[in-house]
């Protein structure tokens, strides 16, 4: 050990000479050997949410396979505005990269922010999970259809929902699903909560009624049986939850959204770079360790490759506009 | 910097105004009584009550005698300052300054290297001193916050080799 | 008998040499990183968190436990010697320990905190391993009513901690509920106070912001008087060993003890109230009833008691909805249940039946890294009593250092610095001027919670205020807070002497900022 430490001291000075000469002839080439340095991985959500851990799990992954630490940095605030904005502006040498989440489809049709997904490389999609409807245990409506009727029939604000704040991502798929049943985007009243785990607390308080929340955020709630998944608004039914179904294959509805995460570089990073990231991140995402990782927390792996993942952001942008201007939440920001 | 309450009054009271003034441009909420703007708007009320409170006690206080013969200046920038504290005290600032607006582009190291070593000597350490002082505090952050709590401070000029 | 089975298999389980040494190692962390103005328990356990990607499930779970619970301690001594609190959870009473030091009490004041710390947090223990269920079926009763009520709650202590001066307290806690809305409203989704400014939007971090008030402002001062040629700081010799006197006076104040802790579990078992709320609301209870209030913030050993129980037992109460339904009490338990789910240890009531001697050995490790506090604790204080043999002219240097970095830190981009920045000016200017700073850290605490859950509150009621008082224990909540209302304005309005007299005495005897 200290014989190790010893000649590595020594060599220290040789070593950092060595590194100065190879960044001053960084030439085209260099990034052949990306990367050289610790990468810094940007979350744009607090330490202890889901994003955040999924953040620190892939950078832990591709600190293994790429040899150099991936550090987390997470910036937050702003719902998500200032962790975005952060991605995009970092220097595009490939040593910023971040988890871009479905918010960067949101934002900027509320006018928080410029940016739109046109603004970062993407490398590869990890996640996507779709929101359930999620009752109280003690609720009068134990199945979607009974739950549907109720709500078609009730008046304007009679049932309340909750699960994240105005205009998140949870609130715009209770307005598409009230949308689909015909009804207008405020029929159920939105009560913006800071996140899903007050939400949930505030359904089984009696609060609200409905919490339109992912699965995976309802998880201890279900298995404590204080709260049941009655309809999954996602295309198909959920690996996880093979019991609850979808809302378009009950009839219920026609509706699926989902949120998603996947790591973007800034714009225009290197190709060499870029290939490398996908590669690995493709790797990771059927990696046992990740799989295990993600069902544990009960997240959606949905891989896609760099193109696929660009394009699925471009729909989402679309459909988050459509959906959003019909419910009347895009007005003009002060 | 001390100010007599009156003007300290005065000022809340001008805070508590434009509050309300910014609070009174922002959108009502979808048909709700209550919107973004009904905490400020009680915050900058409060303000401006405060402040007059405030400007009420001192114009009584002042009729009185002083008491111990103090006499109460309106303003005061700290006596203390007249005496040299000021060189140490922009330093302080300039060295916060120079966190924000240089060390993006220059680097941590070199501007707090830089900073820490003006600031030792304002404060009339010797030469030599101030620079091992300034280097052992600067490297020991560096080690800490990045090394140990990866922290990323920006590197500037030095990204690449670090 | 099943129970005494798995306690046994629960000991086996943690008392290992590899669950002791990372139980240790994660201690001295979590203390370095309490005692860094600035640094907090939540980023303590965030940094641990890819470490226990790669850990057993009790060694995790050990790191984590020994780390948050360490950082609380922590965050008193930098309070005690330097009037810089490490903590928002130390703020509360930073005045009466700073003071006690300046005294040459300092092994009292830090002594005291140590010990008391101890004892609330193994009551908080206690309370988590017997009655957590019970607790958490409480916990769940409360909506946004109730929330709001506690907020208000909150926020009347800043009246009764208030120092000489209530109507400057006020126009403090005016400012950090200002501060408060700075930035995206949750509730509305709209900006408020950003002035076109991207960073803004995130709002007024309240770590920045209390490095900038205590640290930066106390730098300033130092700098001035330094310069200033009036004397330094003169520390007076701490004698004896640490808890010499600590014993009697936690006999002394045994209600002060059993109280503080108990509302710390209270509040801790409530999500979204923690440690920080608990010893301010403890400190003023204490106030409240302690046969000699005038002396709180002034040196005063009895509410510091109250407090560093209260803030401890809330880290056991925390645990509770975390443990027992899968709720965050915190951000700390925020990330522990992350750790839970990826350990396989769902947590929910099924995770008392199916893995009882892993609920147990956490427990098991609860108790001994509590205990661990004492000695790492007496060799921190140890350690940290150095610093004020090192001259003003140097460590003030030192401390603006560390704050520059800690401010950064928390935002992990130069607008924590320009946060600490601004609030250091202002803090400054405030204090010369007589506004005590501590209120502002409640406000900044508070405000969104306040604002949040009553604007929830209307939304559900569609407007209607009277369903404030419509369940239950929103209704005693409501019925308490007018109450405490009620009585102390009657009581300030019969008391009621000249004001002009009252200030009199006051610039008589404070007419130099503390020092």
């Keep these: 050990m200290t014989n190790s430490y010893k000649t590595s001291r020594r060599g220290f000075m040789k070593g950092a000479a060595t590194v100065s000469a190879l960044a001053l002839m960084a030439g085209p080439g260099w990034a052949a050997d990306y990367p050289t340095r610790p990468v810094t991985m940007i979350v744009p959500w607090g330490a202890g949410g889901g994003t955040d851990a999924t953040g620190r799990m892939i950078s832990a992954l591709l600190e293994r396979r790429l040899g150099q630490p991936f550090n987390v940095v997470n910036r937050t605030g702003g719902a998500g505005v200032i962790g975005h904005s952060a991605i995009a502006t970092a220097p595009n040498d490939g040593y910023t990269l971040g988890v871009v989440t479905v918010e960067i489809a949101m934002m900027h049709h509320l006018g928080l922010t410029e940016l739109t997904y046109e603004d970062y490389t993407p490398l590869g999609l990890m996640n996507a999970d779709s929101p359930a409807i999620t009752v109280s245990a003690k609720s009068d409506y134990k199945d979607i259809e009974s739950l549907t009727e109720a709500v078609v029939n009730s008046e304007p604000g009679a049932f309340k929902a909750s699960g994240t704040s105005q205009g998140g991502i949870w609130h715009l798929a209770l307005v598409g699903w009230l949308k689909s049943l015909g009804l207008e985007g405020n029929h159920v009243t939105w009560v913006p909560s800071e996140g899903s785990a007050p939400a949930m607390q505030d359904l089984i308080a009696g609060g609200v009624d409905i919490v339109t929340v992912s699965l995976a955020e309802t998880k201890a709630m279900v298995d404590a049986g204080r709260a049941l998944n009655i309809a999954l608004m996602g295309s198909e039914r959920a690996s996880s939850h093979p019991d609850v179904p979808t809302l378009i294959e009950t009839g219920a509805a026609d509706f699926a959204l989902a949120t998603w995460r996947g790591i973007c570089g800034p714009k225009d990073m290197p190709q060499e770079a870029a290939d490398k990231v996908a590669a690995a991140l493709a790797e990771i995402a059927v990696e046992p360790e990740f799989i295990e990782f993600m069902n544990g927390r009960g997240f959606n792996i949905s891989y896609l490759d760099p193109a696929a993942h660009g394009q699925m952001m471009a729909e989402a942008d679309a459909q988050m506009g459509e959906t959003m201007a019909a419910a009347g939440l895009i007005q003009k920001p002060m | 910097m001390k100010l007599t309450d009156a003007l300290l009054g005065g000022f809340f009271i001008l805070f508590g105004g434009v509050m309300l003034w910014m609070v009174s441009q922002f959108p009502s909420f979808q048909g709700q009584p209550y919107g973004a703007s009904f905490l400020p708007s009680i915050l900058a009320v409060g303000f401006m009550l405060a402040g007059g409170l405030l400007v009420l006690r001192d114009v009584r206080v002042r009729r009185l005698p002083a008491p111990n013969g103090v006499s109460r200046p309106v303003f005061a920038f700290v006596s203390d300052l007249k005496n040299g504290g000021t060189p140490a005290l922009l330093a302080v600032l300039g060295n916060i300054l120079a966190q924000i607006f240089l060390a993006p582009s220059i680097g941590y190291l070199p501007v707090s290297l830089v900073g820490l070593c003006v600031l030792f000597l304002l404060l009339r350490l010797s030469f030599v001193k101030s620079f091992i002082l300034a280097l052992g505090v600067t490297l020991v952050c560096w080690w800490l916050f990045v090394g140990l709590l990866r922290v990323p401070l920006p590197r500037g000029f030095l990204e690449g080799v670090l | ?515």
Excluded at chain 3, 8 to 19: C, G, K, M, S
Excluded at chain 3, 464 to 489: K, M, N
């Design chain 3, 1 to 515: 008998m099943g129970s005494f089975d798995i306690i046994l298999q629960a000991l086996d389980l943690v008392l290992t040499p590899e669950v002791l040494l990372t139980a240790l190692l994660a201690g001295a962390f979590g203390l370095f990183v309490g005692a860094m103005p600035g640094l907090t328990a939540t980023m303590a356990t965030a940094l641990l968190v890819p470490l226990t990607f790669f850990m057993d499930p009790i060694p995790a779970l050990a790191a984590i436990v020994a780390a948050s619970g360490m950082a609380i301690f922590a965050g008193d001594i930098p309070g005690a010697l330097l009037r810089i609190p490490g903590t928002p959870a130390s703020a509360a009473y930073v005045e009466d320990s700073y003071r006690l030091t300046m005294r040459g009490r300092m092994n009292e004041a830090l002594g005291v905190n140590l010990i008391v710390s101890c004892i609330g947090g193994l009551i908080g223990i206690a309370v988590l391993v017997i009655a957590a269920p019970m607790l958490a079926e409480f916990a769940l009763r409360f909506t946004s009513y109730e929330y709001f009520w506690l907020a208000t709650m909150g926020l009347s202590c800043a009246i009764f901690v208030a120092s000489s001066d209530p109507l400057k307290a006020a126009i403090a806690l005016l400012l950090g509920l200002a501060l408060a809305t700075v930035g995206l409203d949750p509730t509305t989704g709209v900006p408020r106070f950003t002035f076109g400014q991207t960073n803004l939007l995130a709002g007024i971090e309240f770590i920045p912001a209390m490095i900038g008030l205590f640290a930066l402002a106390e730098v300033m001062r130092g700098m001035i008087r330094l310069h200033g040629g009036t004397a330094p700081i003169n520390m007076p010799k701490n004698p004896g060993p640490l808890f010499k006197g600590v014993g009697g006076i936690i006999r002394r104040h045994p209600t002060n003890v059993v109280r503080g802790s108990l509302m710390g579990v209270l509040i801790g078992a409530l999500p979204g109230a923690g440690a920080d709320i608990a010893a301010w609301m403890s400190y003023a209870v204490s106030k409240k009833f302690s046969k000699t209030p005038e002396k709180y913030g002034t040196g005063h050993v009895e509410g510091l008691v109250d407090a560093s129980a209260g803030n401890n037992a809330a880290i056991g109460g925390s645990w509770i909805p975390a443990l027992v339904f899968g709720i965050p009490g915190d951000s700390v338990t925020a990330i522990v249940i992350g750790v839970l789910y990826m350990k396989g240890m769902n947590p929910g009531p099924t995770v008392f039946l199916q893995n009882p001697q892993l609920i147990y050995a956490v427990f098991i490790i609860f108790v001994l890294t509590t205990l661990m506090m004492v000695p790492l604790g007496w060799g921190a204080v140890k350690l940290a009593k150095q610093a004020l043999r090192v001259p003003s002219r140097v460590l003030l240097p030192i401390i603006m250092s560390l704050c520059i970095v800690g401010a950064f830190a928390m935002t992990n981009s130069v607008f924590g610095i320009v946060i600490m920045l601004g609030m250091g000016v202002t803090g400054w200017i405030l204090e010369e001027n007589g506004v005590p700073v501590a209120p502002i850290i409640l406000g900044l605490v508070l405000g969104p919670m306040f604002e949040r859950m009553f604007m929830t509150s209307m939304i559900k009621s569609n407007g209607d205020l009277l369903a404030f008082f419509e369940r239950p224990i929103a209704a005693g909540l409501g019925i308490c807070v007018l109450l405490i209302w009620t009585v102390s304005i009657v009581k300030a309005l019969r008391k009621r002497r000249a004001p002009v007299a009252v200030v009199a005495e006051l610039e008589a005897e404070d007419t130099s900022p503390p020092a």
